[in-house]
Nanobody, 112 residues
Framework: QVQLVESGGGLVQPGGSLTLSCVAS????????MSWYYQGDLDAAISERG???NYRDRVKGRFTISRDNAKNTVYLQMNNLKAEDTGVYSC??????????WGKGTLVTVSS
């Protein structure tokens, strides 16, 4: 069965950092574009081989997306976190507009 399992969320103070991970199984990870969504909006995406990356303006310069195809894992390194970053971050794998999978998400809470 297909699984996308996020981890790494939790409580962090403003200005702090977290690294989110999403481990995939049950499909050919290396043929899928991977992305991270915040509250339903795209934050970051990375191509199949990791050679093309884009970010939403909200996170540009603060967040870094990466992937390790040997480990079937995509990461989101989050720095300089703000209270406005609080919420659920979800991992998505997509090969076409009709072939995609979602993780359940991991909660990030930025609070002093």
């Amino acid at each position: 069965q297909v699984q996308l399992v996020e981890s790494g969320g939790g409580l962090v103070q403003p200005g702090g950092s977290l690294t989110l991970s999403c481990v995939a199984s049950g499909f050919n990870f290396s043929t899928y574009i991977m992305s991270w969504y915040y509250q339903g909006d795209l934050d970051a995406a990375i191509s199949e081989r990791g050679d093309s990356i884009n970010y939403r303006d909200r996170v540009k310069g603060r967040f870094t997306i990466s992937r390790d195809n040997a480990k079937n894992t995509v990461y989101l390194q989050m720095n300089n976190l703000k209270a406005e970053d609080t919420g659920v971050y979800s991992c998505k794998a997509a090969r076409s507009p009709i072939d995609y999978y979602w993780g359940k998400g991991t909660l990030v809470t930025v609070s002093s």
